[in-house]
């Protein structure tokens, strides 16, 4: 059995065996959820340790077992440079967020299982090389999201925001289902498979008409891009996290989100590279729209909550950016910042998450001083926020420097903007967060917050500051992997291209 099977199997399984155990057995839930998510974790360590990079655009840790073979679908797991750091990432912030769950107080062992679901599927998505097994896992995890906010979300519009991310992410998953199955229907009919591997060499080999191209490569830009909150269809993220509670909000901002980024990289972009050429001027637009409004938008809020979320929506345009380069630096760049702000948005979540148990409130004008009163958490904030801002010593800054290099030999204009919002923007907004929380005088009734002061409750916080500064320090580990798999991608993609934009511009 592969290890990758264990990695997305073990959650999976503990959410079975919670559904016999008694619901008054509150520790046991507890600990059979955190001891099946470090599981994960640390066989996810062990598989990113023994990843071969010298063979790193090849599949490794693979499982194949055929399931329906007259339509092609079949249990296949692999991972190449591409997504194993996905997967470590993905483990990692899984357990950092079950460490989180304690506020967790009515409805435990509920809330549990659908964590682990959750965990599983997401784990499931970035492993499967199999399309349907890829979106069926996807879907997996996306459904105990729309619960946890419905029933353990907390403010006024927890409703409205479970509504509105049910809505928008079921949108984005129909245009998504459209295009893999057109995609499918392109196979001729006697190789016709869902596997991600065959159906690549397939397209790289024999190529797919240009017309089906600008046809399914549109669905699948704007099915995955609703799922990532590309603006202008952003407008759930912010709410949604906001309303959810936070180990909900640091596994899907953190992690669930990527999927829509990796299924671009993945499938649209090495099997559609015409239908690439038609939207990637549109693309590197519309991530402005990321960047700089929704990075204004930050600047206005008064909550916490909804000034991470909207940073995590602006950290997205940058991605986005990277891909519409299509090129070695820019994309993997979007690799990196993907893993990047998955560590650095479940970290963030994590600390508003306990800054509220503490205080009640995430409104900052209510809050202030609290650096000497919680000077751990206080720390953690400002790291925090530095790694938002892109300073050195990060990932982020790894990641978005080599799409800032990546970028300018395509698109100049859109890259020193992009760079003005990273730069300036975003450091206003982060900056002006750490002052209204953690500087100037502290009201009395903060006097009864207590910090993180145990090694457990710390534990979730420097486990992801921990990956940020490896990564940061030594990004190699990941660029290594990630290049090799990235220059297949935009050779392919760029032997296509160039004819395809040149007979554009005859035209």
Known sequence: MSLLTHILGWPLLAALVLAFVPRNFRFLTRLVALAATFTSAALAVVMFVKFDTDAATDFQFVQILPWVKSLGISYHVGVDGLNVGLVLM????????????????????????????????????????????????????????????????????????????????????????????????????????????????????????????????????????????????????????????????????????????????????PMMPEGAAMWMNCLALLCLGNILYCGLVAMKQKDLNLLIGNSSVAHMGFVFLGIASLNVLGITGAVLVMIAHGLLAALSFALSGYLYQQTKTLEMEKLGGLLRQMPFFGAALVMAAMAGCGLPGFANFAGEALIFFGAWTEFRVVTVIAAWGALVIGAVYMLRAVRSVLHGPLPQEWHVAKDVTTPWRRLPFALLLGALLLFGFFPALLTRKIEPVVKQIVKDARAVLKPAITAGVKN
């Open 90 to 269: 993905g483990a990692l912030v899984s357990f950092a967020a079950c460490c989180c769950a304690w506020e967790i107080k009515e409805r435990e062992k509920e809330f549990y299982i659908l964590l682990l679901v959750m965990t599983g599927g997401i784990l499931g998505a970035f492993a499967s090389l199999d399309v349907f097994f890829l979106y069926f896992f996807h879907e997996l995890a996306l459904v105990p999201a729309f619960i946890m906010i419905g029933v353990w979300g907390r403010g006024e519009e927890k409703d409205y925001a479970t509504f509105k991310i049910t809505l928008y992410l079921s949108l984005g998953a129909l245009l998504a289902l459209i295009g893999l199955l057109a995609l499918y229907l392109q196979m001729p009919e006697d190789k016709r498979t869902f596997d991600l591997v065959a159906m690549t060499a397939h397209f790289r080999a024999q190529g797919m008409d240009g017309s089906a191209q600008q046809f399914i490569f549109p669905l699948l830009l704007f099915g995955f891009g609703i799922l990532v909150s590309l603006w202008p269809f952003h407008t759930w993220a912010p709410l949604a996290y906001g309303a959810a509670p936070t180990a909900t909000a640091m596994l899907h901002a953190g992690v669930l989100k990527k999927f829509g980024l990796y299924g671009l990289i993945r499938i649209a972009l």
